[in-house]
Every structure is written in structure tokens, then in C-alpha cells.
């Protein structure tokens, strides 16, 4: 068998090399690659793990996406909006465990109407003086302005696949409105927020060559921070249920992506190696892949950010997105107990405050935009 290519970050890791790297399967080779990974991290973003306390305040979504258990379609879940004081207890809370950042996710709900948003994050800033981070969906350029104007400081959309044609298959359009996640990540760059994009690793019918492209386009685009996550089926959903076949039959395309830990933490240490200082999280996904191990190799492979779960366990337990998410039995302490066990053990120390993107200096070959949009890039 070849040899994967020799290692080197930004322009130096060419789309063949990433490509030999995704397919290595020789574990002590692939030593070399975490080796290189953790050694970027260090040198661009340092040991500090910014902790970023995760709050789930909507499960409606108007989305039909094929992967996601709280999808429109899927009748069996009980819907909830939390409270905006209960958000802003979240954010305390989050403060007293010394975490810098408060995440808003949701589905894309537009009961989470634009002036609500607006009140909770100037709240949130002047009651706590935590940086903000919204992720709330394809939501329309007026709404990110507002939040942006009420001071949110960061925003995260992935774009999931760089492959068009899957991405279509599992994120169907909104009547009437084509979706394009990449012009979105362009004007959330122009109303000066820190961008975050990503993808999931495994989806049936992606290969080993459009993740290579994914990462090809990582390098470009100049993104604050980049999610990688394995998708984990939801057997509640159509591309649940066509994993499950799949599975059951063998069945899976030529160069399939596994949607594994090892496949997930190559893909994490070659987006380290490709944007050096961006900020990566450790994600729960990759946690839940392998509850051993999984945080942990994803912290030791580029990772420099974890997101512990502040979201109220009644509400916690709703937002499924995919199976075991909930882990409704773990208490926020507990989560953050387990977190600073964790930092500990690995030598690892704690982010002070907000934990924006290093202004290092290193740029990418372009800003969002080198690739234009979800349907002109072929992505
Ligand atoms: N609605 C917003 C959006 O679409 O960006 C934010 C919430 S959405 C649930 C956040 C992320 O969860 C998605 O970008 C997707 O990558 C991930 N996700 C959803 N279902 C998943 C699954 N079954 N396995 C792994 N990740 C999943």
C-alpha cells in the first residue's frame, strides 16, 4: 500500500493527501497524522479548551431534513420554546462554571420571532457579559442583522455535505426558497460575526472524496470555527431508516465514509491541519460515537472547544436529534464535573473568557465566497 503523503498545515495539504489520509486504515501510521493535528493545535490556539455552555431553546422546526429527529414531519415529538428568563438562568449558570460563551441552538423555528431573539441576547450580554453564539438555522438577512445589532457575537450553520446532490436529498428545500447555506455564511462574515460551519461524517451515500472536497473548501473559507460531527442514525427518520437497510443488506456505494470515531477524528485532525487556528469543537456527536474514548481523541486530534449541555433536563429531553443526545439522567453540574476531569487528566487547562478565532494572522485561500453557493460549487 502507499504511503499517505508527508504532513504539513494550510496550502501544504493538498486534496490527494487529504485523500490518502481519510482512506489510511494502518493505525500506527495514523499516529503520525494525530501527532501532526495535535501539534498544530497547540502551536496555533494553545492548551486552553474553551468550554461554551449549550442552550437548546426551541425543538420546532419548519425543516424537513432527512437526518434530523426533530424534523417537521416527525409527529412524535413534543414541541417547546424555553422561557426567555430560563435562558438567562441558563446564562448564569454558565458564568458560575466559568464558561465565556453562551450557545443558542434551535430548530428553525419562526416562533422564535426576530425581536424575542434580539431581547434574550442583549440580556444575556449585559446581565452576564457572556459572548453569544446563535444557531437558529437559514434564518433571513434581516433577523442576522437585528441579532447581530443587539450584539450576538457569533454564528453557526454547517453546510453538512459539499456534495450537491446528497445535500439536496437530505435537506429538502422550503417551498419556494432554494437553500444556500454558504450566501448565508458570506453575510454573517459581512455583519462582522464570527462564522461557524461544518459537516457530518458518514451520511449514507457520502464518500471518502466529497469529504476530501469539504475539507478542500474549509481551507478556503476562512471560517471562525468548523463543527465536525459523525452522523448518528435516528431510526425515527427516513435516512435513519435507509441506514438501517443499508446496514441490514450491505448495501453501501463505492468509497462510503464510515460514520465512525476513527473516520470522524481523521476528518477533525485534517480540518486542523487545513485552518490551523480555527476553533473545533470536541462535539457531543463524536462523544456519543464512543462514550470511552470519543472526547477525549477528539481533544488529542485538533479539538480545542467543548460544549457542555446547560439545557434544563425537561427541555433537554425533547431535543433528539439524533439517539442518546438527550442524556437527560446528567445534571449541568455533572456534565461540567466530567469536563474539568477530563481537561485535567489530558494536561489541558481552561479557556478564559469569550474565546473568539486567535487573530493570528494565517488566512485562507479566500473568504466564504471562493466557492459560491450551495448550487454553483457543485457542493
Ligand atoms: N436548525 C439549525 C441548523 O440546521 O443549523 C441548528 C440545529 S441542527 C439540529 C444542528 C446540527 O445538528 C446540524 O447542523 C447537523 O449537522 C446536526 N445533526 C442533526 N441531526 C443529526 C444526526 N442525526 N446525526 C448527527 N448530527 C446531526
Known sequence: MLRPPALGVGAALS??????????????????????????RRRFVGDAVHL???????????RGCTYCGIRAGHKGV?????????????????????????????GEDYGLETDW???????????????VTLSLGERSDEDLAAWRAA?????????ETSDERLYRRIHPDLKG?????????????????????????????????SIADDIDLFRGMDMDMIGIGPYLPHPATPLGEEHERRSAAGDWPADQAPNDELTTCKVLALTRLARPDANLPATTALSLVDKAAGRAHGLA??????MPNLTPPEYRAKYEIYPEKAAVHETAEAINASIL??????????????????QTGVSGDGAAGGRTTNGETGV
Open 177 to 209: 426558497r432554494v437553500s444556500d447555506r454558504f450566501a448565508i455564511l458570506r453575510t454573517l462574515q459581512d455583519l462582522g460575526y464570527e462564522a461557524g460551519t461544518g459537516i457530518m461524517v458518514g451520511i449514507p451515500g457520502q464518500t471518502y472524496a
Open 151 to 159: 450584539g450576538a457575537d457569533r454564528y453557526l450553520l454547517r453546510f
Open 52 to 62: 461554551r455552555g449549550l442552550v437548546e431553546i426551541s425543538n420546532h422546526c419548519v
Open 15 to 40: 486534496r490527494a493527501a487529504v485523500l490518502a489520509w481519510l482512506r489510511e486504515t494502518d493505525g500506527r501510521r495514523l499516529e503520525a497524522l494525530w501527532a501532526a493535528a495535535d501539534d498544530a
Open 78 to 106: 413534543a414541541r417547546y420554546r424555553v422561557p426567555a428568563g430560563v435562558v438567562v438562568d441558563c446564562a448564569r449558570a454558565a458564568r458560575s462554571y466559568g464558561y465565556g460563551t453562551l450557545v443558542l441552538q434551535s
Open 301 to 306: 486530534r485538533g479539538a480545542n472547544v467543548v
Open 341 to 358: 476531569e477530563l481537561l485535567s487528566a489530558l494536561g489541558r487547562t481552561v479557556g478564559a473568557g469569550p474565546g473568539g478565532r486567535p
Open 117 to 131: 431573539v434580539a431581547d434574550v441576547v442583549r440580556r444575556v450580554k449585559t446581565e452576564t457579559g457572556l459572548a
